[in-house]
């Protein structure tokens, strides 16, 4: 669906307010232009030829984690998010992208990643491994930030005995491309990733970054990328519930967590639907199944890292992932678990600094722990 006719298809926004109240970034920062309809009346006033994309407009629009829960919310399922997505296209188009929004892209058409998503690699598990039956794709933001949970799938790869290995050099999907509205760019990429992987042959593709699921099993084809024929591509959580029920992965002991909760990741749960396997893994291991928060599943809030905001608006982003944390806390949540290291990382970084009593985790490092 092209720009004008999503504009066309939700021209009722700018005079709707009914998902004012899920916008995870208005309601961190309180401004009306930050809503569905605040996007759709700057839009309708650029189409008018009543204002033009001055940097304040553009701004806006880089300032919205297209984590769909304005979608999820709207009676009628217009697609909200798509409409900032195709705005960047045209914003880039235009030649109107903010210089920070162009460093970033710059970063991952020459390099693949950022210049912090370094190649670096677990311990275990041999790189580039041809022919192996699961492939990990941590994802450039994993390397980036969160190597503890790469070294917890790397122990869990090896207490199973599993024939895997990681890529020696990994690159982006083209996702981060694709959300910043660089969108021939992002298929380039996604096309020599795809035959990165062919190359390798691997059975499975298994990682613990939902954007990068996301990518592989929808934006690809919309990008007319087609994956390896006969490659699963399965999320850690699907991957280690699927080793429990079959009897290869037993816990050895139940970690002292306190009062557990789950935080579904945008791209995860609302945009690819896996909602159970998390807690499901959760259960097994904790002995008991998370709890619920009060805004969860389809209708949990955003992290702020989604739409690479946390590189491209890292102000704004830790806004929306403080609101989001201080609701787990108000709670009573001990440990929040997630199964997205994005998530985790943004969550961690509202946590520092603060006097809250809670631990953020993600599924796999709280596997790895009762091995």
Not at 61 to 71: A, D, M, P, T
Not at 220 to 240: D, K, Q, S
């Amino acid at each position: 669906m092209g720009i004008a006719d999503i504009r066309q298809t939700i021209a009722s926004c700018k005079h709707c307010f009914m998902c004012r109240h899920a916008c995870p970034t208005f309601l961190a920062t309180k401004l009306d232009s930050h809503t569905p309809r605040g996007y759709a009346l700057l839009l309708a006033e650029i189409d008018a030829g009543k204002a033009d994309w001055s940097d304040s407009i553009v701004d806006r629009f880089y300032q919205c984690s297209q984590c769909g829960l304005c979608r999820e919310d709207c009676a009628y399922h217009w697609p909200e998010d798509e409409l900032v997505r195709n705005a960047r296209e045209e914003i880039v188009a235009a030649g109107r992208a903010p210089g920070r929004v162009r460093e970033i892209a710059r970063a991952f058409i020459e390099r693949g990643h950022p210049e912090n998503g370094g190649p670096s690699l677990p311990e275990t598990g041999a790189a580039g491994k041809p022919n192996a039956g699961v492939l990990y794709y941590a994802g450039w933001s994993t390397r980036a930030y969160q190597p503890t949970v790469m070294a917890a799938v790397g122990a869990i790869m090896t207490k199973l005995g599993a024939d895997w290995t990681t890529m020696q050099d990994e690159t982006d999907t083209g996702l981060s491309l694709f959300e910043l509205g660089f969108t021939k760019e992002a298929a380039k990429q996604a096309e020599a990733l795809r035959d990165t992987i062919a190359s390798m042959n691997p059975r499975r593709i298994v990682t613990g970054c939902p954007h990068s699921l996301w990518a592989f099993r929808e934006l690809y084809g919309r990008l007319g990328v087609t994956m390896p024929a006969g490659v699963e591509v399965l999320h850690i959580a699907e991957f280690l519930a699927e080793k429990i029920e079959e009897g290869a992965l037993k816990p050895s002991g139940r970690p002292d967590l306190g009062r557990v909760a789950y935080h579904d990741p945008c791209r995860l749960g609302r945009s690819l639907g896996v909602f159970d396997a998390p807690r499901a893994l959760i259960g097994a291991i904790g002995g008991a199944r998370p709890i619920e928060l009060f805004h969860s599943g389809a209708a949990a809030e955003c992290c702020g890292a989604g739409s690479v905001m946390f590189l491209s608006d890292p102000e704004v982003s830790l806004k929306v992932a403080r609101r989001r944390l201080a609701g787990a806390v108000e709670e009573g949540v001990d440990t929040l678990v997630t199964a997205c290291p994005n998530c985790k990382e943004m969550l961690g970084r509202a946590a520092a600094g603060t006097d809250a009593k809670i631990a953020v985790i993600d599924v796999a490092e709280m596997t790895a722990r009762c091995l």
